[in-house]
């Protein structure tokens, strides 16, 4: 099975300031990668697919970069309506493996 | 645009199985990758299992396989996920998706509790 280790697990940060978040895979996954937000009680959201690919409505604000083991989710400019949780998903192989979770908290 | 929307809440007692459902409207099941996936505060986001288009093949987790049954009906568009000899660490959110998690249904709570 592929880990997929996601970084931080939690990250406090201030309205404007910029935000990476960083998935690693255990093997070579290629770009076969999502990203996902998800707000307490509600369903997750994608946001990036194909590891860079900025989904439909999603703000500018998103993206996504990476290929191979290593994936970068950054948010720009954070906004107070970006706390939640993030999450990625590999998709290369089954089975299908999520990140850990990294809980975003505006200061 | 595409919408999955699943059945309602559950609650079981541990040893007896449970069917979830998820319908889907805009597209259908047999055409696009489907996969079950749940949610627990212990464990994160685990995926179930799911049907590949591509082989028309549904694959099972390893740690589900022989306690989950996953079934599409083209004819009503649903697809369903049955796990058996609930255990209570079965407790947990239950969500179908499809497209590699592009559109997910509601979210089924499934309470297994004796």
């Known amino acids: 099975d592929i880990q997929m280790t996601q970084s931080p697990s939690a990250v406090s940060a201030s309205v404007g300031d910029r935000v990476t978040i960083t998935c690693r895979a255990s093997?070579?996954?290629?770009?076969?990668l999502a990203w996902f937000q998800q707000k307490p009680g509600k369903v997750p959201q994608r946001l990036i697919y194909a590891s860079s690919s900025l989904q439909s409505g999603v703000p500018s604000r998103f993206s996504g970069s990476g290929s191979g083991t290593e994936f970068v989710l950054t948010i720009s400019s954070l906004q107070p309506g970006d706390s939640a949780t993030y999450f990625c998903?590999?998709?290369?192989?089954?089975?299908?493996?999520f990140g850990g979770g990294t809980k975003v908290e505006i200061k | 645009q595409v919408q999955l929307v699943q059945s309602g809440a559950e609650v079981r007692k541990p040893g007896a199985s449970v069917k979830v459902s998820c319908k889907v409207s805009?597209?259908?099941?047999?055409?696009?990758?489907w996969h079950w996936v749940r949610q627990t505060a212990a464990k994160g986001l685990e995926w179930m299992g799911g049907f590949d288009p591509t082989d028309g093949l549904i694959t099972y987790a390893q740690k589900f396989r022989g306690r989950v049954i996953m079934t599409e009906d083209s004819s009503t568009d649903t697809a369903s996920m049955e796990l058996t000899s609930l255990r209570n660490e079965d407790t947990a959110v239950y969500y179908c998706?499809?497209?590699?998690?592009?559109?997910w249904g509601q979210g089924t709570l499934v309470t297994v509790s004796s």
């Open positions: 093997q070579g996954i290629s770009n076969s």
């Open positions: 998903l590999q998709h290369n192989s089954f089975p299908l493996t």
């Open positions: 998706m499809i497209g590699m998690g592009r559109t």
């Open positions: 805009g597209d259908s099941f047999r055409e696009i990758s």
